[in-house]
């Protein structure tokens, strides 16, 4: 079995949990004995570690201002069509698997060009949501009613502060989304992350369920075992995520008080960088919790895992409906109780009160509430971070996942 995977980012360019998820899945599907070839943008080079055969062809322009529009979507689609079409027309492949929104259409409609079966992943909400975040206003879980006034309004109330975003953002939209539907319905299977996601595309694109598949990401739970807590990184609580509007920073930071009630020396360990930094920063000093914070930065993945096995709570309270939740499941392959937002794709990943706590999302009451259960109770939550490791090793080991997706290959190239 020959595939071609096709990502517009791939390690060491990591803009997300996507290009780790695309460089994970082609590991693992070489180790089962597939030949995976990764077609990619040309400013990426391969990594010592890789098995696969990685070609670095696709030419990613970037522009800016009123053009940026252009160079993130139709030039890309444009050119990432004519270098996989270049190569398939070199390559005898039985498939080909596009991993992110923007390698989709090119890729697709290449593959639909030399008569080939066609993969997508859809991963994140971008493919289902013109802002990508399922918010309705950026402030409510989105149902997926996507009109014009809708899409004005969250536009209007984007945090981007690019002003060509939010005026061509809802004139764009429709023929974004267009593209999309059109590219969707043109593919042989149709893998979806969470079952979360895939209520989402059954209903905004409503394509045949039989094409459909709930895969999950992959989670290396081998590179957990054995470690060592590192002393001077020890944390009670860990966050990690992006400083911005909606990965929750600001409500574990709010529930710190009622927290140092009970457990004065608990220290809160803040993984991640954004543009309000600065503004948590000070919510902090406020609310005279900042000698208990320690704002660490930006962390390299693979530095990651001794602060996630040198905590003893990891707390994932996103306010989005995360379409996997990779902190949550990182967390659990080290053996963390999960403190996360009942939303989205999260409640697929922690199971209320046998591998971590739900809360509401943007409810700090809650997540205090949680953290005082597991610090009191550190026998519960040992046995919480057990289940959790045993759960991510049965669902989300490369070999369970990379077995499921040649079993998709298998029926396409059959069919």
């Not at 360019?13 to 899945?25: K, M, P, Q």
């Not at 069509?81 to 992110?100: G, P, T």
């Not at 060592?228 to 992006?242: D, T």
């Not at 990965?247 to 309000?276: H, N, Q, S, T």
């Amino acid at each position: 079995m020959k595939i071609a995977i096709v990502s517009r980012y791939f390690p060491p360019n990591i803009r997300g949990g996507g290009e780790i998820s695309a460089y994970n899945l082609a590991q693992a599907l070489t180790e089962i004995g597939v030949d995976v070839h990764v077609i990619t943008s040309t400013n990426i080079y391969q990594l010592e570690d890789s098995k696969f055969t990685l070609h670095p062809i696709i030419k990613n322009v970037d522009l800016t201002g009123i053009l940026n529009y252009l160079s993130r979507n139709e030039i890309f689609y444009w050119n990432s069509y004519k270098a996989v079409s270049k190569f398939l027309a070199d390559e005898d492949i039985n498939a080909v698997h596009a991993m992110n929104m923007d390698s989709i259409p090119g890729a697709v409609l290449s593959a639909k060009r030399y008569r080939i079966p066609s993969v997508i992943t859809i991963s994140s909400q971008w493919l289902t949501c013109p802002t990508g975040y399922m918010l309705k206003s950026y402030n409510e879980v989105c149902n997926g009613e996507c009109s014009f006034l809708n899409t004005v309004n969250c536009y209007m109330h984007s945090p981007t502060p690019n002003i060509y975003e939010k005026i061509l953002g809802p004139l764009y939209a429709p023929i974004q989304m267009r593209e999309r539907r059109i590219a969707v319905r043109s593919v042989g299977a149709v893998v979806c992350i969470s079952q979360n996601v895939k209520s989402y595309v059954e209903k905004i694109f409503n394509i045949n369920n039989k094409i459909l598949y709930v895969i999950p990401n992959i989670v290396e739970v081998d590179k957990y075992e054995n470690k060592k807590v590192v002393e001077k990184l020890h944390s009670n609580i860990l966050f990690v995520g992006a400083l911005g509007k909606f990965k929750g920073c600001e409500y574990v930071i709010k529930a710190m008080p009622g927290i140092l009630k009970e457990f004065p020396d608990c220290i809160l360990r803040i993984i991640g960088d954004g543009e309000r930094y600065k503004e948590f920063a000070e919510l902090s000093k406020n609310l005279e919790v900042n000698q208990n914070i320690i704002f660490e930065g930006f962390i390299q993945a693979e530095k990651m895992l001794d602060y996630y096995n040198s905590t003893d709570i990891v707390v994932f309270p996103s306010v989005v409906p995360e379409t996997f939740g990779r902190v949550a499941a990182e967390a659990m392959a080290a053996g963390k109780p999960v403190i996360a937002s009942n939303v989205g794709g999260i409640p697929e990943i922690v199971e209320h009160e046998e591998t971590g706590i739900l809360v509401e999302p943007k409810n700090p009451k809650q997540i205090a509430d949680a953290v005082k259960y597991l610090l009191g109770n550190p026998d519960v939550a040992r046995e919480m971070g057990k289940r959790g490791k045993e759960l991510v090793k049965k669902r989300y080991s490369p070999s369970i996942i990379a077995k499921k997706h040649l079993e998709v290959y298998e029926r396409l190239s059959l069919s």
